[in-house]
Structure formats: structure tokens, C-alpha cells
């Protein structure tokens, strides 16, 4: 049996999920997944690894699920909650899904599309409780499809076995010591491993407590940890960056209240993009916590860590987590000398196998001995990993989403009015980059709101660029390349 099931059994009456519409058992949790599970069965005797779409907002809903496709065998590939069409009929056709599941609120968006593509598709709210046995499941088996940006145009699906995320899971709970006493607030998209491993996994994994903000907002926030429940929080650089503008614009009163609340708090962790200094200390300031920076990639959950005890050093990301062997490596995969810049390469149980159905590019994510090339260009600085930056122009961070320059530029030029263009992220203290894009135009002009609508129907807003320009030509190298490095000067 899958271990998370397994250990959820044995926590059967404590508060497993706390979202806007109650409060969930462990017991509750392993009932409303098996009914999930049986619904999809429906008569068979496991679904074999087939792809199950789910398109639920974070919430007692969304882990019925996700548990409930994993018991019955599948691949649970969550669909993130704001994909317009176009990106969720590539994610339907790259990863060949048979069944979708949806919350009510979505069905008017994913009813058409199943239609089209002639699938089954079953709603959370679906009453019918059929019997049968559940499979056990192998943790050899593949468990989990997320889709992430690479240095090609379209995002490819990182499979993860079910002993990979267990090996995730477990590396976390030791390091940061999670007990079962913990309630954490998620406040994360539910389609990465921030919010799926780090924060829900490893508290179901502990018999502790996960409560939903289903969209993260500031004031919400500081609001449910008033509430004095919780003590756990993990975010990304981008959501310190709000709370704390957010507490700046608060009364006196109210920020003694929310200091004197965060000063209790057993760990609050940053991760996903670079935690700018000047944001852990403006919040060490604030709260008395000295945020725990951490590393890592869908395609390996969490790699390396600060200290739960010991020295978090600021502008660092720690050391390697247990069971997971770092190397630092040069262009041609040579490990360099200690203190020299390298790409940070990785192996362990953490580690994926592969892209769905892409072996070229799975092949050549490894190196030849099997390390995983991660791409971010580090060195080690007196014991604590340091990242420089990435080793691809064309991969853009935004408020912890990884973008590609290139899958925004084939957009672009599919635009009537868009002859050719250029994608860059420009450094911003906020956003970590802010995706920005300059257009060669084939007409004369081009109306920016209207352009701006028209990008909202073909990608998510996170990854719509935020500033334009308009060039009569883009900076290129001798060979006709565009050069990116020239075109952010532009931007200035
Ligand atoms: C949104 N906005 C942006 C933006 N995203 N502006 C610039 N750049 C961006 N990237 C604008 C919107 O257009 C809108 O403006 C306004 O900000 C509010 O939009 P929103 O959608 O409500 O934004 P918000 O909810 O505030 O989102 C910010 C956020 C979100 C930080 C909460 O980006 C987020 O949840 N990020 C987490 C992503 C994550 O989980 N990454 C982990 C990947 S896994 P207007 O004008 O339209 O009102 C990984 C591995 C690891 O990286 O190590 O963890
Ligand atoms: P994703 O592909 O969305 O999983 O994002 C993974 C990438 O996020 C990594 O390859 C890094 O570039 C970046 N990242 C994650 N954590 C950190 C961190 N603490 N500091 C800098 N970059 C980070």
C-alpha cells in the first residue's frame, strides 16, 4: 500500500484538511478518495497508470482527488486553475489523459473539451458510490504528471514515481523536523511541488494539519495566523515581498499583534526563486524569524537546505539534504575545484526518470554516469551552496513560476500584427524577474490593451509578458541570433 494512505490510517481522527468549507479527518480524507478512486475504477480493477486530469481548486475537494486517482492506480495531473483553453488542451493531448475530474466551477470550461476529445469526465460533487476492491499499488509506479517550462517552446510533463515523492516527502520531514502537532497554511498553486510536497504531502505525511487559502492574498494571511493555530508557513520570495509591504501599510497596533504571533512560529521557509537579503531581513525584523531558504525543481522536489539548527546564511541555500548527493559541475560534466562556479548537477531517490513520452530531452537532462543537470550555475561559499544564476537566458522566474522566453515568443508571433519578437525577465526586487517582451511589428501599430486581452486567452497571466517595447528591428549576434543580454539594455 502507498505509504502516505497507509500512515493516514493510522491518524484517523485528527484534522487532516482545513479549507473555507470545514474541517477534514484523516479518516474522512481516506473515505471520500476511496469513492473517488471506485468511481473512476467503475468495474475495473485498476487504471493501470492511466492520465486523470484534475482541475480543482486547493481545498479538501482537490486531496480527495489527487489520493483518490492514486489508489485507483492512475496518474493524477493536476490542471493549475486559471490555464485558459489553449493551455489545457495541450496538457490533455501531450500527456494523453482519459478522464478528466473537475469541481463544479470548472465544468463549463472542461465539459466542451471532453466532449471534443471523447473522455470520461466525473465531477468532485458526484454522489454514486460504487463497491470493489482497490489495487495495491507498487511504489515502483509511476504517480504523478506536473508540467514545467524548459529552454523549448512547449512545457514539458515531469513524471514522478510514487517512491520518488516518497523519498521527497521523507527528506523534508526529517530536515525541518515535522511533527504531527504542525498546521501549516497553503497558500501555493496546487500543479508544483511547492504546494503539493512541501507543504501538503509532508503534512499528510505527519498527521499534521494543512489549511487552504485557496488564493493567496496578504490580508487573508495575517488574518488566519491571528486565528493562533497556525505555526508552519512556506512561500515563495514574491509572497514575503507582499506580506511585508502589506504589514508596512498596517496600524501600530495591528503590527504588534501579527509580530507578536510570528514570533511564534516553529519555521517559516522561502524557496522557489532567490530570497533577495534585503527581504530576510526586513522579515526577520518583522517576526523574529530568519527565513529557511531552500533549492529546488519539479523535477527532484527539494535538493539542498539551510539548517533547521544551525547557521541560515542569507544569499545561501545550505547544504545537500539527506540522501541526495550534489556535485558541481563544468561544461564538459568535469566536477570543478571547490569555491569554482559550476552547474549544480544531482542524484538520489528525489531524482525523476523522465519527461512523458520526450526520451530525447529526458536524455539529455542526465549526464552520461546519470547525475540530473539542473541548469542553475552555483559554487560552495564556507560549507553553504551559493546560486549564481541559471545556465539559459530563455528561463524566466516570476514570482517563483518558471516561465520559457521562448514559448511566450511563439505565442507572440502567432499575433497577426507581430511579425517578430523578443522575450527577456528584467530583473525586478518584487517579482524576482518580470517577463518583458519586444515586438517587431508588421503594420504600423498595435492597440496594447486589446493585444493584452488577446494574450490572456492563450496563456496563463502569470506568464503574460508585463512590459513592451516596440523595435524596428531585434539586437542580433553575427550569426542572426538574438541577443538577449543586448535586448535588456533596451528595456532600460
Ligand atoms: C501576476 N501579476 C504579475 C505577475 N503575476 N505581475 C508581474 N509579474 C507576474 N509574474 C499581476 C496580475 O496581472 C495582477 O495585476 C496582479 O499582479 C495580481 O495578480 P494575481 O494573479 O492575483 O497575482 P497574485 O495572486 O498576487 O500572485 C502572486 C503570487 C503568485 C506570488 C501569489 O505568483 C504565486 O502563487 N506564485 C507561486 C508560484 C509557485 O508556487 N511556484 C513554485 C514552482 S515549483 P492586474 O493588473 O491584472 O490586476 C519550484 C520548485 C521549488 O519552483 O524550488 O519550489
Ligand atoms: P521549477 O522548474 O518551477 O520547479 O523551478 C525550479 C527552479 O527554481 C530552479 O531550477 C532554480 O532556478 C529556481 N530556484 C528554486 N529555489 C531557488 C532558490 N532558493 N534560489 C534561487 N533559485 C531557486
Known amino acids: 500500500m502507498l505509504q502516505l494512505i497507509e500512515r493516514a490510517e493510522g491518524y484517523a481522527n485528527r484534522t487532516a484538511i482545513v479549507d473555507a468549507k470545514g474541517e477534514y479527518s484523516y479518516a474522512t480524507l481516506l473515505r471520500a478518495s476511496k469513492k473517488i478512486a471506485r468511481q473512476l475504477l467503475d468495474g475495473q480493477t485498476d487504471l493501470k497508470e492511466a492520465r486523470i486530469g484534475f482541475m480543482v481548486m486547493p481545498g479538501f475537494d482537490y486531496v480527495k482527488t489527487q489520493w483518490g486517482i492514486w489508489r485507483a492506480g492512475g496518474i493524477a495531473v493536476p490542471i ?35 466532449q471534443a476529445k471523447g473522455l470520461t469526465i466525473l465531477s468532485t460533487d458526484d454522489e454514486y458510490a460504487p463497491s470493489g476492491y482497490l489495487p495495491d499499488i507498487d511504489p515502483a509506479r509511476r504517480a504523478m504528471i506536473l508540467y514545467t517550462s524548459g ?18 516527502i521523507q527528506m523534508l520531514v526529517k530536515a525541518w523536523q515535522w511533527q504531527s502537532e504542525d498546521h501549516i497554511l497553503n497558500i501555493l498553486p496546487l500543479h508544483h511541488v511547492h504546494g503539493i510536497i512541501n507543504v501538503l504531502s509532508c503534512a499528510l505525511w505527519s498527521g499534521a494539519s494543512n489549511e487552504f487559502l485557496p488564493k493567496f492574498d496578504a490580508a487573508g494571511v495575517f488574518h488566519k495566523f491571528l486565528l493562533g493555530k497556525i505555526n508552519l508557513f512556506m512561500a515563495v520570495p514574491t509572497i514575503y515581498y507582499k506580506l511585508i509591504a502589506h504589514y508596512e501599510s498596517m496600524s501600530e497596533e495591528e503590527q504588534q499583534a501579527v509580530s507578536a504571533r510570528l514570533r ?18 526586513r522579515w526577520r525584523t518583522i517576526s523574529g524569524q530568519t527565513l529557511l531558504e531552500r533549492y529546488g525543481m519539479t523535477e527532484m522536489g527539494m535538493a539542498i537546505s539551510n539548517p533547521y539548527d544551525g547557521e541560515r546564511r542569507p544569499g545561501h541555500i545550505g547544504q545537500a539534504l539527506p540522501g541526495v548527493e550534489i556535485r558541481i559541475a563544468d561544461e564538459s560534466d568535469k566536477v570543478v575545484n571547490v569555491g569554482d562556479s559550476g552547474e549544480i548537477q544531482v542524484k538520489g531517490p528525489n531524482v525523476f526518470d523522465e519527461y512523458w ?27 553553504s551552496y551559493r546560486i549564481l544564476g541559471r545556465n539559459s537566458v530563455d528561463i524566466i522566474k516570476s514570482g517563483g513560476y518558471k516561465i520559457s522566453a521562448l514559448e511566450i515568443e ?13 522575450v527577456i525577465g528584467i530583473p525586478d526586487e518584487e517579482w524576482g524577474e518580470v517577463v518583458a517582451a519586444s515586438l517587431v511589428l508588421a503594420g504600423e501599430n498595435i492597440d496594447f490593451e486589446a493585444l493584452k486581452n488577446w494574450l490572456r486567452e492563450q496563456l496563463p497571466a502569470y506568464k503574460t509578458p508585463r512590459k513592451f517595447i516596440v523595435q524596428d528591428d531585434l539586437p542580433r549576434n553575427a550569426m542572426g541570433k538574438v541577443t538577449k543580454k543586448a535586448l535588456l539594455s533596451h528595456f532600460e
Request: glycine share 8%.
Open 80 to 114: 493549475c486553475v486559471t490555464y485558459p483553453t489553449p493551455s489545457i488542451l495541450y496538457l490533455i493531448e501531450d500527456a494523453q489523459i482519459s478522464a478528466l475530474i473537475c469541481a463544479p466551477e470548472f465544468a463549463e470550461i472542461l465539459n466542451p473539451l471532453a
Open 151 to 168: 529552454t523549448t517552446g512547449n512545457p514539458k510533463g515531469v513524471v514522478s514515481k510514487h517512491q520518488a515523492i516518497e523519498a521527497q
Open 264 to 281: 511564534q512560529f516553529r519555521l517559516m521557509v522561502s524557496g522557489s526563486a532567490a530570497l533577495p537579503i534585503s527581504t530576510l531581513e
Open 357 to 383: 513520452n520526450k526520451p530525447e530531452a529526458t536524455a539529455g537532462s542526465f549526464t552520461e554516469d546519470g547525475w540530473f543537470r539542473t541548469g542553475d550555475i552555483a559554487l560552495m561559499n564556507e560549507g
Open 410 to 422: 511563439e505565442v507572440l508571433r502567432r499575433h497577426p500584427k507581430i511579425k517578430d519578437c523578443g
